[in-house]
């Protein structure tokens, strides 16, 4: 049996770059479709928001696992055979940009109504409400909730090894089967998730000082 | 010639109908208070005058625009007919001379110097040039609502609607928006305050409008329309503010 040394370590981190990857590919993949959905959300047009609403309710309410099956093994059953990056990045962005858009759409409606009004009463169109006005707000408001899910993608991105990925969790479990050190693999593969994911909150802290100019925040608008 | 034309107007909401036919003719220049109970249609008024409300008949006419729902018409009525909010509306991301510089420039496509200046001026004008970088939230109601105004001038409009703009204010800062608005009074500003103050209606108004069940029921001169009412329902109001005050 082999013991959990430097090479077994190096190991563990050259699969945490693919957590790394994954997590990046559903962050693209995810806010791009996650900004589309949540302008169909409060664009007031009722095919857009429903379509938007059905997209949501149907990613948030599916494991995110189950995804991955679907579009790995659908794509098979079409005859474009099994690729594995390909299923990854449209599981990963369906379910991601479900969760942004609706962090976002929360995001835009928790702005005053008084702030459309004012704006729209000067004169501004609906693109530059939202532009002058509104997403400025709303962007402050999304920063805990977007990063605290941005977070979690990090750590979702383990389920992709089970179409094949080998990325941090998968390397951990195959370097335990081979040094059954449980306790020493884990941890260090804790720690690796640890560090991914800090540097995102402390992001997040920054952002909201930067963004917060005018604090104390308005308890009413 | 009047600035501000109201023809029947109707607006209903739901089953509920909110104006039963008003009709106003407002010259350039004056000041008209409109008072009345809530639920009146006094806010409604104002908010279908720059196509904040769609309304559903009768005829309104700003300056020249017939007020409509298409886009183009709906943005030139409002670079016409400035609007001052109860609860203010500055927006909190941007500092007090932003506030007032961004609608210039977005609207009017100036300068983003020319705003700038032009923001300056007229919060110098409101007495806040030395709070011009103070965000509002560090800004007391009155100079909110203060910024709120100059906000509104920066598209130098010919009407300006103000609704219950002294409502959410403290009483001790009640006066200084008064007195913003007695000035703008004195140059020749158009304009249609909706208003609980009695004080503020004798004070700065040239004509007293008393808004009932959605029509325009009783009108005149303050001194005149005070001292001598002719409507039961105006004559109550008056009692109930009086004792009030």
């Keep these: 049996m082999r013991s959990f040394g430097t090479p077994e370590f190096l190991f563990m981190l050259g699969a945490a770059r693919w957590t790394v990857a994954l997590s ?6 995810g806010g ?51 690729n594995a990056y390909f299923a990854v990045t449209v599981a990963l962005s369906c379910y991601a940009g479900a969760y942004f858009g609706e962090i976002w759409r929360g995001a835009i409606e928790a702005v005053p109504q008084g702030q459309w009004q004012a704006s729209a009463a000067l004169g501004f169109t609906r693109v530059e409400q939202f532009r002058h006005v509104i997403v400025p707000q709303s962007m402050r408001i999304a920063i805990p909730p977007t990063v605290g899910f941005m977070v979690q993608v990090v750590k979702n991105t383990s389920l992709a090894s089970i179409i094949g990925f080998q990325e941090l969790t998968q390397a951990s479990q195959f370097v ?27 992001l997040s802290r920054r952002l909201e000082k930067r963004l917060h100019v005018d604090r104390p925040s308005p308890v009413a608008a | ?17 909110v104006l039963d036919g008003v009709s106003l003719d407002i010259a350039a220049g004056e000041v008209v208070a409109i008072i009345g109970r809530s639920g009146s249609g006094k806010s409604t008024l104002l908010r279908c005058i720059n196509g904040l409300e769609t309304i559903d008949g009768g005829s309104i006419t700003v300056a020249g625009h017939a007020v409509s729902r298409a886009p183009k018409a709906l943005r030139a009525l409002r670079q016409d007919v400035g609007m001052v909010f109860q609860s203010f509306n500055l927006f909190p991301h941007l500092t007090a001379r932003e506030n007032v510089a ?16 032009m923001a300056q001026t007229l919060l110098d004008r409101v007495g806040l040039a030395p709070r011009a970088d103070a965000y509002p ?34 009483p001790e800062m009640v006066g200084e928006v008064l007195e913003v608005v007695q000035d703008l009074a004195a140059r020749r500003m158009t304009m249609l305050l909706v208003t609980h103050e009695m ?16 029509r325009v029921h009783e ?3 303050p001194a005149e329309i005070f001292a001598r009412p002719r409507t039961p329902e105006f004559m109550q109001f008056v009692r109930a503010i009086s004792v009030r005050e």
């Design chain 2, 199 to 214: 004080s503020f209606a004798r004070r700065a108004a040239s004509r007293v409008i008393f808004m009932h069940a959605g």
């Design chain 1, 32 to 82: 791009a479709l996650g900004l589309v959905l949540a302008f169909m959300r409060v664009s007031g047009n009722r095919l857009a928001n429903g379509f938007a609403r059905a997209w949501i309710l149907l990613f948030q309410c599916t494991p995110l696992l189950m995804l991955l099956f679907l579009v790995f093994f659908g794509l098979a059953l079409t005859g474009y055979g099994q």
């Design chain 1, 176 to 202: 335990n089967n081979l040094t059954f050190q449980p306790i020493s693999v884990y941890l260090v593969a804790a720690a690796i998730y640890f560090i991914l994911c800090f540097p995102l909150t402390l």
């Design chain 2, 137 to 170: 939230s560090a800004l007391s109601g009155g100079q909110q609502q203060r910024v709120a105004i100059a906000r509104a001038l920066g598209l130098e409009p010919k009407v300006l609607l103000c609704d219950e703009i002294t409502s959410a204010l403290d």
């Design chain 2, 219 to 221: 009108q005149g001169p």
């Design chain 1, 24 to 29: 990046l590919i559903a962050y693209l993949g």
């Design chain 2, 1 to 17: 010639m009047s600035i501000v034309q109201v023809q029947s107007l109707h607006k209903r909401y739901g089953s509920q109908t």
């Design chain 2, 102 to 117: 961004l609608p210039q420039t977005v609207v009017l496509g100036r300068g983003k110097a020319e705003a700038q200046a």
